[in-house]
T-cell receptor, first 111, second 115 residues
Framework: LAKTTQPISMDSYEGQEVNITCSHN???????ITWYQQFPSQGPRFIIQ???TKVTNEVASLFIPADRKSSTLSLPRVSLSDTAVYYC????????????FGGGTRLMVKP | DVKVTQSSRYLVKRTGEKVFLECVQD?????MFWYRQDPGLGLRLIYF???????EKGDIPEGYSVSREKKERFSLILESASTNQTSMYLC??????????????FGQGTRLTVV
């Protein structure tokens, strides 16, 4: 998997939009960009995935520029329950590739 | 709903014991993974299996082995438990190819304490 770099931590307040950026300079042509969310004492949970441009679901939006060397997870109007660690992964469709997580970004949402 | 089930939520074992952590998934996923998670160290991959009887070492395989005799079940074995293996252990599964390979589903975790 391509190596990713993301901020260690971020703080926000309830109701704000939060953007977490991940750098993946050596992303390969067939790599997808995937984000996970992890609450304390639980396993990570898949939240969104994209290949290029913009993807939106009920939880978040994912923005990917044309060069795909970075991506931004956008959480609209966060609440206290969005306090979690967010992981960015980059990987392709080669069977047998391992799923390796980086350090993640610890988001703290304050009242 | 996809389900990845780990056999125990909490486990306490003695140093030197052989420990088995079991994981079962119900989505016919080809890939299965074992991770450990420690404060400040994030998720570290121990072993990965992409098919029955197939396995690959992850980043920290020392002191562990795995077994995958059936597609739905992936076992992590601590041959001789030590206190430095006290950790949260997480199992995950995913399909083999395409975008689905990075859409993994995780179990609830097993918090293992070795005393």
């Amino acid at each position: 998997l391509a190596k990713t770099t993301q901020p260690i931590s971020m703080d926000s307040y309830e109701g704000q939009e939060v953007n977490i950026t991940c750098s993946h300079n050596n992303i390969a042509t067939n790599d997808y960009i995937t984000w996970y969310q992890q609450f304390p004492s639980q396993g990570p949970r898949f939240i969104i995935q994209g290949y290029k441009t913009k993807v939106t679901n009920e939880v978040a939006s994912l923005f990917i520029p044309a060069d795909r060397k970075s991506s931004t997870l956008s959480l609209p109007r966060v609440s206290l329950s969005d306090t979690a660690v967010y992981y960015c992964l980059v990987g392709g469709n080669n069977a047998g590739n391992m799923l390796t997580f980086g350090g993640g970004t610890r988001l703290m949402v304050k009242p | 709903d996809v389900k990845v089930t780990q056999s125990s939520r909490y486990l306490v074992k003695r140093t030197g014991e052989k420990v088995f952590l079991e994981c079962v998934q119900d989505m016919d996923h080809e890939n299965m993974f074992w991770y450990r998670q420690d404060p400040g160290l994030g998720l570290r991959l121990i072993y990965f299996s992409y098919d029955v009887k197939m396995k690959e070492k992850g980043d920290i395989p020392e002191g562990y082995s795995v077994s995958r005799e059936k597609k739905e079940r992936f076992s992590l074995i601590l041959e001789s438990a030590s206190t430095n293996q006290t950790s949260m252990y997480l199992c995950a599964s995913s399909f083999a190819g395409g975008a689905a390979y990075t859409e993994a589903f995780f179990g609830q975790g097993t918090r293992l304490t070795v005393v």
